[in-house]
């Protein structure tokens, strides 16, 4: 039917008031649960129809906005004079059923046909009622078009008003979308904004569209009109304001908010409007890959704050309001967006500097992905070079191998990317390079960035305001890290090393962020400190970066020893552990012992105690370097005395088994082997007493131990690793009751002597299980009752 035209009554169609009881409604077929409340006495004398009030109050009844849905529809051409009459009229039975969609700008039924044979646009409708019977339990909405009314009707109230306000809302936003679409003046078009807001907070529809839909109006309008004033920007700005208090922008809209805080960044609507829209970011965005404009509306923002008086102390205070007032920020989601923030931000500094270097695209020709390959320009050097296989020199002068391009930096540092191959001689200190060979191990990241010739003559100077921005949220890292409940995952998501190889080679950023892991190696907690370790093998870390020799390195070692300290302190006291030390920090370790570093001391006096060094002048050295200082002579004097113990406690003999009384402690044990000769003891129970993972220290001076009874005791995964490190001829093991976990347990795989092994009632995983069962061949008794892989 054609709703654009005008009739009167006599235009009707010949079946509309056939009364056919078939084509009335079903409302007996309503739900208990949408049946509306009582609606008021109904006994009271009113004409044929009423209306309804369309006023609801901010406590009155919530609506989901309906997209689509089925609904009952009569249509009546008629003077509108005459429709009072014709609703009471006996002949209005005709209704069809059908199930409208609401399109963006109009009624469209999914079968057109009837009533609804053509759509119905919002343009046409020129009012829209309520409206209910006395007599009948109908209730429908009364949308008037030029010449004619469309009633829909409804099962109950509740369904009839959500119909009226989805459908009222549809028609206010197609005549905003129209009317902003061409604006002519800006004050007309100021005064539509903030009417559009204001309908969208009063409305009774609850949806994430109903504040979206303006924003996105809005959002275009400004992406089409870039050429507005200061003023301008500001007074829309203010007026969206309510609506961002609990949504994001929209991409376009964070494009405008961007610009206005660089090009304003001291106007009172970035502390007063943004501060509370960053903030909701923050605390609620999921991923920032899904909309990379708020992130990028974040940093600005920041970067805005710290252009104020001030502004390094508005950025703290910041900071310090996101992590609210207690210890413990209750906001999960604060901590990795602002580390997101401040990777892509440290990122954007050196941009430019990389894009010239290696030919890589910028971070926002790959957001568009504008850059084709053909576009791209003629390869530039680097300054992370790959030789050229070697040719004889000239011999009058040395010059550098010509250089190669390189794919683009990592967003994680990945030594493998920088195709430089190192071959090192063990006798001198010459570091010669040589093209990479087939099936050779590539070397990592700080030899890389050690022995680049071009990287030793390049001194990295950013522009000035790169070199703001890399202050600013360098700062921030450093404030996330002065938290004590951020510092563990901080430590993890910076485990990996996310910056680029030109960050991790500028001092001024080395130095800036030296803050950051000397709280990493002062935190006591594991979780924390382990983190200055590499992710996994071949990886770099923040140890080898910031040890002597390593790029970042600007001090004697001190960071260095201090890592090392805490390290051995969380029992990192293994052969792995001062393998790796022996093998790439030796000199360092050895310098620092000179100087009288206790922690390096010890270090040396273990590498002797477990037989790491093999090299006999090596070990001279290292005793030579020993007796250089009062607390290396004192420290090497008690190794000898422990050695000389060792080889008496081994002639002497003693007893064969030994069993401790239950509640005995650590320092109990250590006083009992400290006190006899137990070279032989070969059987120790220390089932039921109080010990403790730092027994392990004694247990491990036991050369001959084969059986070890641990059964309720408080030994736990640090033990469990010093005693697969030193307790190879053990047999026979009970860790029963005990609170090992898989992290400890898997550490006894190198024990290929045991035969019998008790894990009743731990934390062993089915995973652990199989594991241990493939590493151990000797293992023939094992019982696992009481755990996962039971």
């Known amino acids: 039917m054609d709703f654009n035209g005008s009739g009167g009554g006599n235009e009707l169609h010949n079946n509309q008031f056939y009364p056919s009881e078939e084509s009335k409604p079903l409302l007996g077929e309503m739900s208990a649960q949408q049946q509306p409340p009582p609606e008021g006495n109904n006994n009271h004398k009113a004409g044929p129809c009423s209306k309804r009030s369309l ?45 409208l969609t609401l399109t963006d700008s109009s009624l469209v039924s999914a079968t057109p046909t009837g009533y609804m044979e053509a759509p119905l646009s919002y343009s046409t409708i020129e009012d829209l009622q309520l409206l209910s019977w006395d007599n009948a339990p109908k209730y429908c909405v009364q949308l008037s078009f030029p010449g004619g009314t469309v009633l829909l009707q409804a ?18 936003i197609y005549k905003y979308r129209k009317v902003l679409n061409n604006p002519s003046r800006w004050d007309v078009v100021l005064k539509e904004i903030r009417a559009l807001v204001d309908m969208a907070l009063t409305s009774p529809l609850q949806d994430e569209s109903i504040h979206q839909a303006p924003l996105h109006i809005i959002s275009t309008l400004l992406a089409e009109n870039t050429n507005l004033s200061a003023q301008d920007h500001e007074n829309i700005i203010v007026a969206i304001a309510p609506l961002l208090e609990n949504n994001h922008p929209p991409p376009d809209l964070c494009e405008f908010f961007c610009k206005h805080c660089r090009e304003r960044p001291r106007s009172m609507v970035v502390i007063e409007v943004f501060t509370p829209v960053v903030q909701r970011i923050l605390k609620h965005n999921m991923d920032f890959g899904k909309c990379p404009r708020l992130r990028l509306f974040t940093q600005e923002y920041i970067l805005a704050l710290n252009e104020l008086n001030a502004g390094m102390e508005v950025v703290k205070k910041f900071i310090h309001s996101m992590h609210g007032p207690t210890g413990q920020c209750p906001h999960p989601r604060v901590l990795p967006n602002l580390v997101a923030v401040c990777l892509a931000a440290i990122y954007s500094c050196y941009e430019e500097f990389i894009n010239s270097r290696d030919n890589s695209p910028s971070l926002k020709e790959i957001r568009n992905g504008c850059q084709q390959q053909s576009e791209r320009k003629p390869p530039m050097p680097l300054r992370l070079l790959r030789p050229e296989p070697p040719t004889p020199p000239p011999t009058t002068t040395l010059s550098p191998p010509p250089p190669l391009p390189l794919s683009p930096p990592p967003s994680i540092v990945n030594s493998s990317e920088i195709l430089v191959e190192l071959e090192r001689n063990n006798n001198t200190t010459n570091t010669l390079h040589k093209a990479p060979a087939e099936g050779d191990s590539e070397p990592n990241l700080i030899d890389c960035l050690l022995v680049s010739p071009a990287l030793n003559a390049l001194s990295i100077q950013l522009p000035a305001h790169a070199d703001r921005v890399l202050g600013c949220f360098a700062l921030i890292l450093k404030m996330l890290s002065d938290y004590d409940d951020w510092r563990p995952a901080l430590a993890s998501l910076l485990q990996p090393i996310p910056f680029p190889k030109e960050a991790l080679a500028h001092a001024k950023f080395t ?52 890592m090392v300290h805490i390290l051995m302190g969380s029992c990192y006291k293994t052969k792995k552990f001062l393998l790796s030390l022996a093998e790439n920090k030796l000199g360092p370790c050895m310098l620092l012992a000179l100087r009288g570093n206790q922690t390096m001391v010890e270090i040396l006096c273990l590498m002797l105690e477990y037989n790491i060094i093999e090299n006999k002048d090596t070990q001279l050295q290292i005793i030579s370097t020993l007796e250089s200082t009062q607390v290396g ?27 401790l009384p239950s509640k005995s402690t650590d320092a109990d044990l250590a006083r009992l082997l400290s006190s006899g000769s137990f070279g032989n003891l070969e059987n120790l129970s220390l089932a039921f007493t ?21 059964w309720s005791t408080q030994f736990g995964d640090a033990g469990l690793r010093l005693l697969s490190e030193h307790l190879a001829c053990l047999q026979v093991l009970n860790l029963c009751e005990t609170p090992v976990t898989d992290a400890g347990l898997l550490s006894l795989s190198s024990m290929k002597s045991l035969c019998s092994l ?21 293992l023939k008794e094992v019982d696992v009752r009481y755990t996962e892989a039971w």
């Open 55 to 99: 006023l609801h109050s901010s406590s009155g009844m919530r609506y989901k906005l309906l997209q689509e849905g089925d609904i009952q529809v009569c249509v009546v051409k008629h003077p509108r004079t005459f429709l009072s009459k014709l609703l009471t009229s006996k002949f209005l039975r005709r209704w069809e059923p059908h199930h």
């Open 155 to 172: 099962a109950n109230s509740y369904l009839r008003d959500q119909w009226f306000h989805s459908i009222q809302w549809k028609k206010k």
């Open 511 to 562: 130095k800036e962020l030296k803050y950051v892991i000397q709280r990493f190696a002062e935190d006591p907690r594991q979780e924390v400190h382990s983190c200055l370790l590499s992710v996994r093998s071949g990886k770099d870390g923040w140890f080898q970066l910031y040890s002597p020799g390593g790029v970042a390195c600007d001090d004697d070692g001190e960071l260095f020893a201090s």
């Open 633 to 659: 002579l004192r420290m090497y004097e008690q190794l000898c005395d422990r050695q000389r113990e060792l080889k008496e406690l081994q002639r002497k003999g003693g007893p064969t088994r030994l069993t």
């Open 690 to 710: 109080n010990v403790t993972s730092a027994c392990a220290e004694q247990l491990i001076k036991l050369p001959s131990l084969k059986q070890l009874n641990l």
């Open 758 to 778: 008790n894990m009743n009632s731990t934390k062993l995983t089915a995973d652990t299980y199989e594991d241990l069962k493939a590493k151990l061949p000797n």
